[in-house]
């Protein structure tokens, strides 16, 4: 069955460094969402990107969908502590009757001060 | 954030007790999801209701019987569990199953001894 995973599981960055998380799924996907757990907290959207090759921008935030819609990145620029959280991306498998929303294991940012 | 609420927060239980848990959507949405979250584990999806309707079910063990009396509510009953099945338990919704952003509730922690 379909499969996302992401890496890196885990990511510490000095306050000010950049971060960027990968996720790739082994099927294609309709499309892609973003989420950020925080810590104690629940699973908030962040965007959903739908077109192959699709960049969107979040303040600070950049995300992509790649051209074959089978992977995606989200990359972080100049990282603060409120950054701090758990990152998943959720693909939708594209099925016959119905579409189903895998999430990946989810990449863990710490962000030293 | 108010816009989805489960009950209760924790839940500590036995083996043979039977517990419900509850979810409440204040967003007018029509689809609603269980998922659960252990440690070190992806978010698993475990039921999806779309109109009242489930139209998914992702081979969860029979102790676990949502119920979805209407499109604002939504139960998940729980019987003879076991200490495996201890996770965090989040409830979800959307305005329609198809391509939409999932607004998700504070959590159930459930521990079972």
Do not use: A, E, I
């Given at each position: 069955g379909q499969q996302v995973m992401q890496i890196p599981q885990y990511q510490h960055v000095q306050e000010g460094e950049d971060f960027t998380t990968y996720c790739n799924s082994s099927t294609t996907l309709s499309n892609i969402q973003w989420y950020k757990q925080r810590p104690g907290g629940h699973p908030v959207f962040l965007i959903q990107l739908v077109k192959s090759g699709e960049v969107k921008k979040q303040k600070r935030l950049t995300f992509q969908f790649g051209e074959a819609k089978k992977n995606s990145s989200l990359h972080i620029t100049a990282t603060q502590t409120t950054d701090v959280g758990t990152y998943f991306c959720a693909g939708r498998e594209m099925k016959t009757s119905y579409d189903k929303v895998i999430f990946g294991p989810g990449t863990s940012l710490s962000v030293i001060p | 954030e108010t816009g989805v609420t489960q009950t209760p927060r924790h839940l500590v239980m036995g083996m043979t007790n039977k517990k419900s848990l509850k979810c409440e959507q204040?967003?007018?949405?029509n689809a609603m999801y269980w998922y659960k979250q252990s440690a070190k584990k992806p978010l698993e999806l475990m039921f999806v209701y779309s109109l009242e309707e489930r139209v998914e079910n992702n081979s969860v063990p029979s102790r676990f019987s949502p119920e979805c009396p209407n499109s604002s509510h939504l139960f998940l009953h729980l019987h003879t569990l076991q200490p495996e099945d201890s996770a965090l338990y989040l409830c979800a919704s959307s305005q329609d199953r198809d391509l939409n952003e999932q607004f998700f509730g504070p959590g159930t922690r459930l521990t079972v001894l």
């Open positions: - | 204040h967003l007018g949405h």
